[in-house]
């Protein structure tokens, strides 16, 4: 299995390009990890491993009331 590569950005550099990560990691299937004061905060990432992780943990998906 090959590297996966991920980006790293800033939460509010994030957010001015927001569009752009999302299809990062839609359309390439890059992550970005979200960083906040210097930390991992989050991680944009393709929907389909997410998922996969969630199935892989045995997780039940609950929408949320909007």
Do not use: W
């Not at 590297?3 to 359309?27: D, M, S, W």
């Not at 970005?32 to 045995?58: Q, S």
Request: aromatic share 4%; charged share 30%; no cysteine.
């Amino acid at each position: 299995m090959s590297p996966r590569t991920e980006h790293r950005a800033k939460i509010a550099e994030a957010r001015n390009v927001l569009g752009e990560v999302i299809a990062r990691a839609r359309f390439a299937g890059e992550p970005t990890i979200l960083m906040n004061r210097g930390k991992e905060a989050a991680v944009i990432v393709p929907f389909d491993l997410y998922e996969r992780a969630m199935e892989a943990l045995g997780e039940e998906r609950v929408a949320a009331d909007a």
